[in-house]
């Protein structure tokens, strides 16, 4: 049993700043790669950054230089703040991680609950 267990959404105002955690446990034996998504009302679920286990990341053209995400692998955490936030960053983030549980187990991905992030005046 995985579980990815999110936290730090909330309501901010327009130029604030959040910060989302996802901390990871359970039957994990790697992680490839672990990561934030998000769902607007109305719109497709859209990738906003990951990370690998080495540390490349990948973000959003619509978050660059906004937010950041970086990763505790010893506590199989990721941490993604975002600044200068946006009303149109409003949205339930998800967390996602690509997790094998066994030595000869494929890697499968695993979501969060989701957390809402509510930027407005």
């Known amino acids: 049993q995985v579980q990815l267990v999110e936290s730090g959404g909330g309501l901010v105002q327009p130029g604030g700043s959040l910060r989302l955690s996802c901390a990871a446990s359970?039957?994990?034996?790697?992680?490839?790669?672990m990561g934030w998504y998000r769902q607007a009302p109305g719109k497709q679920r859209e990738l906003v950054a990951a990370?690998?286990?080495?540390?490349?990341?990948n973000y959003a053209d619509s978050v660059k230089g906004r937010f950041t995400l970086s990763r505790d692998n010893a506590k199989n955490t990721v941490y993604l703040q975002m600044n200068s936030l946006k009303p149109e960053d409003t949205a339930v983030y998800y967390c996602?991680?690509?997790?094998?549980?066994?030595?000869?187990?494929?890697?499968?991905?695993?979501w969060g609950q989701g957390t809402q992030v509510t930027v407005s005046s």
């Open positions: 996602n991680a690509m997790i094998s549980t066994g030595w000869s187990s494929s890697f499968y991905d695993y």
């Open positions: 359970g039957n994990i034996f790697s992680i490839k790669a």
């Open positions: 990370i690998t286990k080495g540390g490349s990341t």
